[in-house]
């Protein structure tokens, strides 16, 4: 029953970040916000969602480590899993705004969430609108600088849905909120059920299992695109969707309901997990060869994805 109620958690919640992205894709365009904005927000946003459903839903239940784990596992597991694998499948070339943007934000948010935990255990209301903040911050000067720069927007922004009629956009919106909810309600339940029967805290299962559920939309799609030879993901969408993770996730979340860590391994082991994954990073792209990330890197971070997940159960 346990493993039930995880797997329709797990499918309702890739179902309804699916309509979720879809409608506010349409209605961003009905909004006129151009290709390029919606590219850069509305779609990050609108992919997060899983994320942050469950968080909060694990949040007001009183499973606060669920909440915090969900967020920190999610950030290893996309940069362990999902890069790692698709890595192994395809060579991902590494541009330069790796090093100037999106990589020294990701460190510099993932330092920041440390030090707001270990001030007290707590990520609060001021704390979660700090992080915020410094999301809009960061959004205000990636789209200045797309447009200075007229940088190109990914495919993942389907024009077509510029067409879509408002009775369409409003059911599509309809199904990803009841869908994205019961899957929330569903995914947290069955896996504090599943920590309880196996003998280990809901933070581990958060670590593992549910991180890893959450990144399943993001891991297939990689994987489908590499066999088919495409370009199977940038790495600056990677390491946005872990700048999401934290700063609009455990922000959301934070000022909506203060998350109280319980479980000390959290804040004195897993969080240094995370950080090390966004921080071996540099030195894979500096490594020969330099500026890709091919099959050799990829196995050596899936291996040491591998060794989390053991370390997480040990």
Known sequence: MNIGLVILGFFLL???????VR???????????????????????????????????????????????????????????????TAMISTLAIDRDFFRYNW????????????????????????????????????????????????????????TLQQVSNFKMYLWLLIGGVALYFGSEFLVQGAKEIALSLGVTEAVIGLTMVAVGTSVPELAASIIAA?????????????????????????ITAV????RVADERLINVDIFWMLGFALCLLPLALLPQRMQIGKLKGLVIFVCYAGFVVMAFL
Not at 28 to 34: D, E
Not at 61 to 67: K, V
Not at 256 to 259: A, D, H, S
Request: proline share 3%; charged share 15%; no cysteine.
């Open 23 to 85: 409608a506010s894709v349409a209605l961003s365009f009905k909004l006129n916000l151009s290709k390029m904005v919606i590219g850069l927000t509305v779609v990050s946003f609108a992919t997060s969602a899983p994320e942050l459903l469950v968080s909060l839903q694990a949040a007001l239940d009183g499973s606060a480590d669920l909440s915090l784990s969900n967020v920190i596992g999610s950030n290893i597991a996309n940069i362990g899993l999902v890069l790692g694998i």
């Open 104 to 159: 020294p934000v990701m460190v510099g948010l993932s330092i920041i969430l440390y030090i707001f935990l270990i001030i007290n255990g707590v990520l609060d209301r001021w704390e979660g609108f700090i992080l915020l903040l410094l999301l809009a911050v960061y959004l205000f000067f990636l789209i200045r600088r797309a447009k200075k720069e007229e940088l190109p927007i990914d495919d993942e922004v389907d024009t």
């Open 14 to 20: 890739v179902l309804g970040g699916e309509y979720l």
């Open 227 to 251: 066999l088919k030879k495409e370009k199977a993901l940038s790495l600056g969408n990677l390491i946005g969707s872990n700048i999401f993770n934290i700063a609009s996730v455990l922000g």
């Open 256 to 259: 909506i309901q203060p998350i």
